[in-house]
Every structure is written in C-alpha cells, then in structure tokens.
C-alpha cells in the first residue's frame, strides 16, 4: 500500500538532476524489453544539459518518496533535445479553433514518467497541475505527442484532459488549455 504522505511534488533542483537522468533512461524506449515497452515508454531523449535547461526553465516537476525521484512532468521545448524537432514542425500543421498553435503562446513537449508501483493513485494530475501552475502566466497550452502504440501514453493524457488535435502515421498529437 502506497502511503501519500511519504511523497512530495516539488521543483527540482540542479542537485537533482542525476536522478532525473537515470529514471528517465530507465524509462527510454531503447532501452526497454518487448515486455516492459507494454508499460509505457517515452521516446525523446534528454541528456543532464537538457534537463539543466528544463529545471533553469522551471519546466519540471518531480515527485519524490523520501527524497527519491520516483516520477516526472517536463516540458521539453527548453531543451535543446533534436527529437522535439517533429512536434515544433507538426505545430504548424494543427490548429484549435481556427488558430494555429504555432500562434497561440504554446509550451511542445509535455512528458510523463512515473515508476510502475507508483501508477493509478493519480500521481501524474497531481504533478501535472502543479506544472500547469509554474507555467501558466507563460504559457495557454501544453502541445505534445504520443506514439500510437504507447497505449498507456494514450489513457495517460486523455485521463488527464488533453485533447486529440491530429495525428499521422505513427503518432497523436494532443493539447491541453491550461486556463479556462
């Protein structure tokens, strides 16, 4: 049984960083089993400069059980991670409401990773909303995209109140409103 008290949701800081690096390699699509990329994955890869950068940009949370980084929401536009390079490109593409993205004050990115033990206790809205809390004077929407074969991604964001604005071949792209 997971007690929520012995968690905390909270800024990283730079000291942090090596935790970061590691649960977010534990969790890289290329570094996964068969069997463990039924879990959920992420795809694109952030090296201790990219996080520096996100944590610089107060882009991230983390949560944390007694002190250990078991879980993280990014924002990776502020990175200088080349795999972003498709969602900037597919910005152009959708739109919301006749707007497009790429004119709406949008952060690209957005990014999950939570230990397994750790899933279905609502840890990811909770680190998701204190996010949409660092960075809404900055930002209107959270931009990002999910592989379709990522199911877990899928229910994740959709859980979570993003909405499906396009896709392609191998990808959803989705947004979410962080204001009314």
Do not use: W
């Amino acid at each position: 049984m997971i007690n929520k008290e012995d968690l905390a949701v909270e800024k990283p800081t730079i000291s942090d960083i090596d935790g970061i690096v590691h649960l977010h390699n534990k969790h890289l699509l290329d570094n996964l089993t068969q069997e463990q990329i039924k879990e959920g994955f992420i795809r694109v890869s952030y090296d201790a400069d990219d996080f520096r950068s996100i944590i610089d940009d107060e882009a991230i949370v983390v949560v944390k059980k007694f002190g250990k980084i078991i879980g993280y929401y990014l924002l990776g536009h502020s990175s200088n991670s080349p795999s972003l390079s498709y969602q900037f490109t597919a910005m152009n593409r959708f739109d919301l409401n006749g707007t497009k993205l790429v004119d709406l004050k949008v952060a690209c990115g957005a990014q999950a990773v939570l230990e397994k033990e750790f899933r279905g206790i609502g840890l990811t809205e909770i680190m998701l909303s204190h996010l949409m809390e660092q960075v809404k004077t900055k930002y209107a929407y959270l931009f990002s995209s999910i592989t379709k074969s990522n199911l877990k991604a899928i229910k994740a964001h959709t859980n979570s109140g993003y909405s499906i604005v396009g896709e392609d071949e191998t990808k959803y792209f989705v947004c979410l409103k962080l204001q009314g």
